[in-house]
T-cell receptor, first 112, second 116 residues
Framework: AQSVTQLGSHVSVSEGALVLLRCNYS??????LFWYVQYPNQGLQLLLK??????LVKGINGFEAEFKKSETSFHLTKPSAHMSDAAEYFC??????????FGQGTILTVHP | EAGVTQFPSHSVIEKGQTVTLRCDPI?????LYWYRRVMGKEIKFLLH????????ESGMPNNRFLAERTGGTYSTLKVQPAELEDSGVYFC??????????????FGPGTRLTVL
């Protein structure tokens, strides 16, 4: 069985500060990993995904994530937070048929 | 290109009533998924259609939930009779028909269901 743990249900940063959202996974097979973002009143939008091509994955809006097999982690980072980054972020792992298993979500607050 | 749409955006019903949620996937997407997020919990998989066939319905909570996808286009999710614990946000997602688990799923905005 696969599972995902996001450490920290709420993360608060100052505008311009580093954003670090943590995700650890458990999978019996090589995983496909995803980060999705949900802005208020919108659906989930794909930020980036890991498909084994490269361990450092770059996504939209300046976000990136690094796949570390030894640590079973796929943390999401952004060097400098913007007010527009305030949203809820979800880490997910995929099974062979595309069924996604999600973490609990992390709400990111960005303050001036 | 239109995205995944869901109707209604909100639904408030009494316990014991019936509600039907609808999802229109992106045109040409053969994979269609339903997920649910109960308040304070993670988003959970309900079921997966490939065209009109149910590929995986392991996440359906019980037999009060019935999903259909006639003709392989839009899908409906009916809850009958609704219970209090069915409250939550129901998401639909779609993706093209490919063979890999790395396919991107495109999500709709969700239907917020409240059962009183």
């Amino acid at each position: 069985a696969q599972s995902v743990t996001q450490l920290g249900s709420h993360v608060s940063v100052s505008e311009g500060a580093l954003v670090l959202l943590r995700c650890n996974y458990s999978s019996s097979v090589p995983p496909y990993l995803f980060w999705y973002v949900q802005y208020p009143n919108q659906g989930l939008q794909l930020l980036l995904k890991y498909t084994s091509a490269a361990t450092l994955v770059k996504g939209i809006n300046g976000f990136e994530a690094e796949f570390k097999k030894s640590e079973t982690s796929f943390h999401l980072t952004k060097p400098s937070a913007h007010m527009s980054d305030a949203a809820e972020y979800f880490c997910a792992v995929s099974t062979s048929y595309g069924k996604l298993t999600f973490g609990q979500g992390t709400i990111l607050t960005v303050h001036p | 290109e239109a995205g995944v749409t869901q109707f209604p955006s909100h639904s408030v019903i009494e316990k014991g009533q019936t509600v039907t949620l609808r999802c229109d996937p992106i045109s040409g997407h053969d994979n269609l998924y339903w997920y649910r997020r109960v308040m304070g919990k993670e988003i959970k998989f309900l079921l997966h259609f490939v065209k009109e066939s149910k590929q995986d319905e392991s996440g359906m909570p019980n037999n009060r939930f019935l999903a259909e996808r006639t003709g392989g286009t839009y899908s409906t999710l009916k809850v009958q009779p609704a219970e209090l614990e069915d409250s939550g946000v129901y998401f639909c997602a779609s993706s093209p028909l490919k063979t890999g688990a790395d396919d991107t799923q495109y999500f709709g905005p969700g239907t917020r269901l409240t059962v009183l």
